[in-house]
């Protein structure tokens, strides 16, 4: 039986290498697409759960005649809903800030004094919720999003906010029917293709 030449060796030796480098890029390019597909699914688990989230919280609004049931200046939606327990209130704000949709939760709310105060101490809560490294208890973030908006369907037609009909300034009479929430720069997803949900109110 005849051996192999040198060259034939090096040709074997070459044609392995060549082999294991590939090898190598491939098996790379596998881990790194492994982890890409993690980070969207993770992303969806987390636009899901936030999502729903936005639905419950719109569909236990409560009214008092104390304040709006639903409120929003622009920057941040502050609502009054019925807590989970259905034996207290709560006041909830939702907002955008440093790039994170964020949502936070008073406590439990049983008396006039601690709604008035909650009500308005949430703007400033849920921006300050930015600034703290570790997530508390009462401060969520939602998900990555560059910017939201909303619109407020009353009275046949949607506006950019709740139409004040109240003789009490800054008072709502009516309720809006349903509210548009649109999220521009949502991962995954694109800047020019937000994600627009129209979520109905039930009657106040």
Excluded at 28 to 42: E, F, G, H, P
Excluded at 47 to 64: C, E, I, K, P
């Amino acid at each position: 039986m005849q051996g192999l030449t040198l060259i034939e060796m090096l040709v074997a030796l070459l044609v392995l290498a060549l082999m294991a480098t590939l090898s190598g890029r491939t098996l790379d390019t596998l881990l790194r697409s492994q982890r890409q597909s993690q980070a969207v699914l993770q992303d969806l688990g987390r636009l899901h759960s936030g999502l729903a989230q936005w639905r419950r919280d719109l569909a236990r609004l409560n009214a008092t005649p104390y304040v709006n049931a639903i409120e929003w200046d622009g920057q941040v939606l502050r609502l009054v809903r019925r807590s989970a327990g259905g034996d207290a209130l709560q006041v909830v704000a939702w907002a955008v800030e440093q790039g994170q949709w964020r949502r936070w939760p008073s406590s439990a709310l049983r008396d006039r004094e601690a709604l008035l105060k909650a009500w308005d101490e949430a703007p400033e809560a849920v921006r300050a919720a930015a600034s703290q490294e570790a997530p508390g208890p009462l401060r969520v973030e939602v998900l990555p999003v560059d910017r939201w908006e909303l619109e407020f369907h009353q009275r046949g037609q949607w506006a950019s906010a709740p139409v004040q009909t109240g003789q009490e300034s800054g008072r709502l009479v009516d309720a809006p029917q349903a509210v548009r929430l649109r999220l521009i720069g949502l991962k995954p997803g694109s800047p020019n293709a937000p994600l627009q949900i129209d979520t109905p109110l039930a009657g106040l």
